[in-house]
């Protein structure tokens, strides 16, 4: 199909000034936007990757060491228990839900019988989905020695901002459902965490564990008001901090979307009288587009702000409606006989649309990376 008859080849025909002019300012138009978007996005990356470090500091900061949670010290009198921890799986892993599952031993060491340790520990951030006691032993210390398989849910929302180029600190913490600080205080012992190495997916890497103890105040009236007074609990603490293989899933995150863009680019080698081929290309690899970004806002959870993925996204949609509008104009240039014109506006083009789209997905990516 053709767009009537268009006026044939002039084989005398020569590029004016004034076109230059115009394919400049075109040319110009394009590169303003990758600029643009290049440098707004390389900006608010290194923005959250700073927001994150802080982040990141303040939790490990207070898991080495012990941070109160209240003025009220804790009571001479209580029990210290020696808590460790060997991580043996971690997995099924939702973003959009904010969840992940681990299945972990957890061994306490403690002397007396005025607590019982292994039977009334929880988990203060998650689901205990199961709970078996595998060794239950006396000492040659005369220490109590327990150790305990468990299986946890654990409820914790993760950053969109810079995934999947971004590490996530996975976070446990354990806590004593019956005595608060004045009978019960944990402590860490040994190294307090070890990691299978096993347990995580080749896609995962384990940059560093963290153990420690802190206290928490439930307030005032704390979990139970009849107590009248304000109760603070003993809590073992044990986190990972998990990296990603970001660019292995960064590529399988946007293959669809790269695939349109480089669709919508081999338009330029159609003429644009064809017009079947030389828009329905375009707009099929629009639709393809907006497909793949809707099946990344189902995978990825809800932010308020714009995210590395939105970023993507975004400069692929405009991408490829850029194309759709230099088609237009170039089939406009051969309805009026600059054939030789509309040749020249084509091959310019493609490479101006190949080196702007290749470097905003090289420079986002790399300023994402932690």
Not at 13 to 29: D, F, K
Not at 138 to 167: C, H, W
Not at 331 to 339: N, P
């Amino acid at each position: 199909m053709t767009s009537g008859a268009p006026t044939p080849p002039d084989p005398n025909e020569t590029i004016s000034r004034h076109a230059h002019l115009l394919v400049g300012l075109w040319v110009s138009v394009i590169l303003l936007f990758y600029a643009a978007a290049a440098t707004f996005g390389v900006k608010q990356m290194q923005r959250y990757k700073a927001q994150t470090q802080q982040f990141r500091n303040a939790w490990i900061s207070s898991i080495e060491t012990a941070h109160p949670a209240s003025a009220i010290p804790p009571s001479p009198t209580a029990t210290p228990v020696a808590v460790s921890v060997m991580v043996n799986r971690a997995g099924n892993f939702s973003l959009r839900e904010g969840t992940w599952e681990t299945d972990f031993d957890i061994a306490f060491r403690w002397k007396g019988n005025a607590v019982d340790a292994g039977k009334t520990f929880r988990i203060a951030n998650g689901e205990m989905i199961r709970r078996e006691k595998e060794v239950s032993a006396i000492l040659k210390n005369g220490e109590r020695f327990e150790r305990y398989n468990v299986r946890a849910r654990m409820e914790q929302p993760f950053d969109p901002t810079r995934f999947p180029f971004s590490d996530s600190g996975l976070i446990v913490q354990i806590e004593d459902a019956s005595h608060d600080t004045g009978a019960l205080r944990y402590q860490v012992y040994g190294s307090g965490i070890r990691v299978s190495p096993y347990a995580f997916s080749p896609g995962l890497k384990i940059t560093r564990t963290y153990a420690g103890v802190k206290r928490y105040s439930y307030g005032q009236n704390g979990r139970d008001p009849s107590i009248g007074r304000e109760e603070t609990h003993s809590r073992f603490v044990f986190a990972m901090l998990a990296k990603p293989r970001g660019t292995e899933i960064y590529i399988k995150m946007f293959q669809a979307l790269f695939a349109s863009v480089a669709i919508a680019l081999l338009v330029f080698f159609i003429k644009p009288t064809y017009i079947d081929p030389r828009f329905g290309l375009g707009v099929g690899a629009f639709f393809a587009a907006i497909g793949n970004n809707i099946f990344l806002v189902t995978l990825l959870p809800a932010a308020d702000r714009v995210t590395l993925t939105d970023m993507v996204n975004l400069v692929g949609l405009v991408t490829i409606f850029l194309t759709l509008v230099q088609s237009t104009i170039s089939l406009h240039l051969c309805d009026t006989g600059k054939w030789r014109l509309s040749r020249y506006f084509d091959r310019l083009c493609f490479s101006i649309f190949v080196l702007g789209f290749l470097t905003v997905n090289l420079l986002l990516p790399f300023a994402a990376k932690s």
